[in-house]
Structure formats: C-alpha cells, structure tokens
T-cell receptor, first 113, second 116 residues
C-alpha cells in the first residue's frame, strides 16, 4: 500500500461546479497537510497548508482534514477554467524533517467553459 | 525576487554522459531539495540540504550527487546518465528549521531531461 493515494483522474467539470479532490494516507504520524497546484509544464505552487484536523478556507478553496479517517480533501467553489491543473496533496509528520514530506501522485482537473 | 530558478529548461543526454542541473534561490532559504517527477509516481526526493555545507540523501539518491557551498545554490550532478533518469527534475526551497513549522516549499520551473 502506498503511503499517500490520490485518484489520478482526469476529472472534468463544467465551469461553476464545486470540485472535490481527495487523498488518503496510511501513516498516522502525519500532522501537516498541503495542497499544491501544478499547471502543465510548470513547477508546483503551494495552495493550502493546514495543521492537524479541521478546515481551512482561502477564497474559493477549502482544505479539510479528517485524521480519524486518514483522509484529506480540497474543495474548489465556483470552479474556473484557470483552475485546470494537476493538484498534488502532500503531508509530513511533526518534527521539522523536510525529508519526510510525502507527495501524492496528483489529480488532473479540467474545468470546461 | 526571482524565487527559485533552474537551468537548463530542457536537456537531452546520451547514456553515460554527465551533466549538472543548476538551481538557485534568492529568498535566503535554509532548506533546498531536488525532486524528480515521473508519471503516476508523485514527487520523489533525491537529495536535500538544510544549510550550506550540509547535504543528505532522499528516497532515490542513486546516480546523483549534490553539494551546497552557498546558501543560494544547490546543483545536482548526474554522474553517468541512464535512460531510467529520464524525468522532470524540480528544485525547491523552504525557509528551514529556524522557523517552526514551515513545510511550505517553493518550487522552480523544472528541467525536462531525456536520456537516450
């Protein structure tokens, strides 16, 4: 079993839809959870960064962490064609060990105008 | 700020050739790392550095070498290229251990490497 699993998609939605992107993980030591957006042929850029369980909202984006289920989600409201990208989840344990950050393989999202 | 810069953007090598991928950051970040990205595999850590003069191996270090003589630069050397090293390579930096927590990483634009 991989440490972090993510449905690769592709996911195709109409403009204005609510998008739900998800990751599951197996390591209960993970405490920090991140979502990165990666446009085609570009480097990943950090979208959301959360610690432990709960929700965090930033504009149209909401990150949700359920540690009891080892499940994290990224919701995008009122999706736009500019949201078309690959979304990577990433997670890390506490302790400041950057080499312990694990990335999911990414979900490809297309928002159709 | 230019952020994290990488050169070259594209490279084709023949098996057995060596080359250096350049990475520089102008944010005075302590932590720098190299990842490779392959389809379906996610980003995998090759080598990382927590400061000038300090480097360590990540998940997939074989066939790669790094050094960190300055805070700004973190080059990745391919010693003898193999087709299995065909990939997209990303350099990243983070503020580092001095501020906790800070797992936020800033990525460069990537180098697309093909080994024939």
């Amino acid at each position: 079993q991989k440490e972090v699993e993510q449905d690769p998609g592709p996911l195709s939605v109409p403009e204005g839809a609510i998008v739900s992107l998800n990751c599951t993980y197996s390591n209960s030591a993970f405490q920090y959870f991140m979502w990165y957006r990666q446009y085609s042929r570009k480097g990943p850029e950090l979208l959301m960064y959360t610690y432990s369980s709960g929700n965090k909202e930033d504009g149209r984006f909401t990150a949700q962490v359920d540690k009891s289920s080892k499940y994290i989600s990224l919701f995008i409201r009122d999706s736009q064609p500019s949201d078309s990208a690959t979304y990577l989840c990433a997670m890390a344990p506490s302790g400041g060990s950057y080499d312990k950050v694990i990335f999911g393989p990414g979900t490809s999202l297309s928002v159709i105008p | 700020n230019a952020g994290v810069t990488q050169t070259p953007k594209f490279q084709v090598l023949k098996t057995g050739q060596s080359m250096t991928l350049q990475c520089a950051q102008d944010m005075n970040h302590e932590y720098m790392s190299w990842y490779r990205q392959d389809p379906g595999m996610g980003l995998r850590l090759i080598h990382y550095s927590v400061g000038a003069g300090i480097t360590d191996q990540g998940e997939v270090p074989n066939g790669y070498n790094v050094s960190r003589s300055t805070t700004e630069d973190f080059p990745l050397r391919l010693l003898s290229a193999a087709p299995s090293q065909t990939s997209v390579y990303f350099c990243a930096s983070s503020l580092g251990r001095s501020l906790y927590p800070s797992y936020e990483q800033y990525f460069g634009p990537g180098t697309r490497l093909t080994v024939t």
